[in-house]
């Protein structure tokens, strides 16, 4: 572009209003890359930059990328050449950020201010600096800035990122790649941002990170301390004390490792939601040796059957790849089969798509798309099949929920079975009397496939 600043210019811009100048944000990809957006935009405004929505009115635009399947890395690129066309001053950080991709990136945009990885906050405000300089008099401690930080979530909800990168090495998947490996958070510090968070109104935490399960395993569990008292650093012990704060908990990205059975007694007694996401992505055991799974030899169905014991009304969801390089049809019955007997709340199902840079592009006998799709439909058609069957077993039964939203409609919620933005809805038709972050006491009155519908009993505030 002609207006593109050249590389090495910089602008200056200390205005009359006292702000370091205006930033326009764009954020991409799932909850992790959202928690990396919250903390450079947390940064942002403490360094007294005003983050606007327009492209023109920034004096910088930053696209945080998502980088992991093909239609996201599309998605980043058609961003980017929008902030590109529109502004002309663009940082990009993000899964993108790195490798090839990069590369990608720089020749299609050869004008583009820089290009930075993953969690590289500080990268990236060395290069807002550069380009905008922050005002020297602005104070931190009494700008604006909320003690939770600049979140992209409403209110009453949070994501508590636990740790970074991932230590396996799955054949269809390369975020150890872009986000290195696993790398825990210390205790105290995850304990102090929930009590933050919950103080600011948070009411639900949703723990997250690329492996859940393995939160402690680099630090050899030791002991931290938070609010006055030794804390070990793992799983257990952290949604413990999460426990305590008064929000709802609820566990993502968990895989089955044996430890994940202590969980069950925190959700017997309320501290956790009953809630599980766990990746189980196949059933086959030949598909998942050829994904390199972890914890793949172990009895998934007879766990799911003691937790189930253990907790009756455990919501289990997962996600599942159909179409992997050497699925048979028989793999695929397999799944299947799996999936009838797991009875699993919530499922969402991909077609398998190559990755540049994965292992799983070498392998042989890959799937045709035809037959991809085929198995994709047969996947949904039997998995909507046991969602209603489950949802109806619902109707009549008294439930918490979480409103989110309210509309000329009525509210609309959630319940321990749902969290936000990829499960189902509550809808309470002609309820006006409540607002987002309420907890509310329902009765399920009708189910489809996917969402409930309900009247309230009574309002908690």
């Known amino acids: 572009m002609s207006d593109s600043p050249q590389e090495g210019q910089s602008i200056q811009l200390e205005n009359a209003t006292g702000q370091s100048g205006k930033v326009g944000f764009v954020s991409l990809g799932c909850p992790k890359a959202l928690v990396d957006s919250e903390r450079i935009l947390t940064q942002l405004r403490m360094d007294n930059y005003d983050v606007v929505n327009s492209y023109h009115d920034a004096d910088v635009v930053v696209v945080n990328t ?10 980043s690129l058609d961003a980017i050449h929008e902030a590109m066309n529109e502004n002309g001053k663009v940082i990009v950080t993000g899964c993108m950020g790195k490798g090839k991709d990069a590369e990608v990136i720089r020749e299609q945009n050869p004008n583009i201010l820089a290009i930075t990885g993953p969690q590289a906050y500080e990268e990236v405000m060395e290069v807002v600096h550069e380009w905008v300089p922050p005002v020297k008099n602005h104070d931190p401690f009494t700008d604006l800035v909320p003690p939770q930080g600049v979140k992209l979530t409403p209110r009453h909800y949070s994501y508590l990122k636990i740790s970074e990168g991932c230590n396996h ?16 958070r210390p205790i105290g510090d995850v304990l102090d941002e929930a009590k933050r968070l919950v103080d600011a109104g948070t009411k639900e935490l ?17 002991t931290g301390f938070w609010d006055g008292k030794p804390v070990k650093t793992r799983l257990y012990d952290l949604c413990n004390e999460l426990g305590k704060l008064g929000a709802w908990v609820r566990l993502h990205y968990v895989y089955p490792y044996p430890h994940v059975d202590d969980i069950m007694p925190l959700m017997a007694e309320g501290k956790v939601l009953p809630y599980l996401d766990i990746p189980f992505q196949h059933a086959s055991p030949r598909i998942l040796k050829l994904m390199k799974r972890p914890a793949h030899a172990e009895n998934t169905l007879e766990r799911i059957k003691k937790w189930r014991e253990q907790v009756p009304n455990l919501v289990l969801r997962s996600t599942f790849v159909v179409g992997f390089p ?26 398998y798509s190559p990755v540049d840079g ?104």
């Not at 695929?332 to 007997?341: A, H, P, T």
């Open 206 to 222: 949703l723990v997250i990170s690329q492996d859940t399960s393995a939160y402690g395993v680099d630090m050899k569990f030791r």
């Open 66 to 75: 998502c980088g992991f399947i093909d239609d996201a890395k599309q998605e």
């Open 358 to 461: 994965a292992k799983a592009n070498d392998l042989p006998d890959h799937v045709a798309p035809d037959v991809q799709q085929e198995r994709w439909e047969r996947f949904m058609e039997a998995q909507q099949a046991i969602s209603t069957r489950k949802l109806q077993r619902r109707i009549g039964q008294r439930m918490t929920v979480l409103i989110d939203e309210v509309d000329e409609e009525g509210a609309i919620a959630r319940s321990i079975a749902d969290a936000p933005n990829i499960d189902g809805m509550v809808y309470l038709n002609e309820f006006f009397d409540c607002q987002p972050g309420d907890f509310v006491e329902v009765e399920i009155e009708h189910a489809d496939e996917y969402d409930l519908w309900a009247s309230p009993i009574q309002t908690e505030k």
């Open 326 to 351: 050497g699925e048979t049809e028989e793999d695929f019955q397999m799944l299947l089969d799996w999936l009838e007997e797991a009875e699993l709340d919530r499922v969402g199902c991909f077609k």
């Open 169 to 184: 090495s799955c054949t269809f998947c390369i975020i150890p790649d872009m986000r290195g490996k696993h790398v825990s």
